[in-house]
């Protein structure tokens, strides 16, 4: 008998009803993180300022020469260090002569939730502070390259060349 009418066994209602609960396992898991995938940066975030303002020596992981070439500008950036409440590293910035703009700036920056602020002077002495656009590293341990993504989706690539220090005569042995 094995008409229209005649229910099926128990097993078949079995056999679907487990992919129907790992179904609704998995939509559940993607609600849940969809809606706390914004927080999870923010918590790294934190864990990494909280890392870096406890130190008791210098935090020297983006310390070094980045070159811009598409732009020709170079960075040297120094170790950042705790001074007070106040967390700082030498900055300083200029354009090659391949630049369409000709500038140059040397201050301060520090680095917070994936951005940089820098305060400084231009070549004319004139007070420049701004906050760069989200910035990314390719390893955060040893950072090569440095991409920061402006509001129109444009990228600015700089490549690390060498150690602050080694373009420093003061660091060089005799």
Wanted: some cysteine; hydrophobic content about 35%; proline content about 5%.
């Amino acid at each position: 008998m094995k008409g229209k009418g005649r229910p099926q066994g128990k097993g078949f209602d079995y056999v679907m009803a487990v992919p129907m609960a790992v179904l609704l396992v998995v939509a559940a898991m993607t609600v849940y993180d969809y809606r706390n995938a914004p927080f999870k940066g923010a918590h790294a975030g934190a864990r990494t300022e909280t890392y870096s303002a406890e130190q008791s020596g210098p935090f020297c992981v983006m310390e070094g020469v980045w070159h811009n070439w598409e732009e020709d500008e170079t960075i040297t950036l120094g170790c950042l260090e705790v001074k007070g409440n106040v967390r700082d590293g030498s900055y300083s910035s200029a354009t090659g002569p391949r630049a369409t703009s000709d500038f140059s700036m040397s201050g301060t920056y520090d680095l917070d939730s994936g951005s940089m602020q820098v305060i400084g002077k231009d070549r004319e002495g004139r007070d420049i502070k701004f906050t760069t656009p989200p910035m990314y590293v390719d390893d955060t341990e040893y950072p090569t390259q440095m991409i920061f993504i402006d509001k129109s989706g444009m990228k600015s690539l700089y490549i690390w060349k060498s150690a602050a220090t080694a373009e420093s005569p003061a660091h060089h042995l005799d």
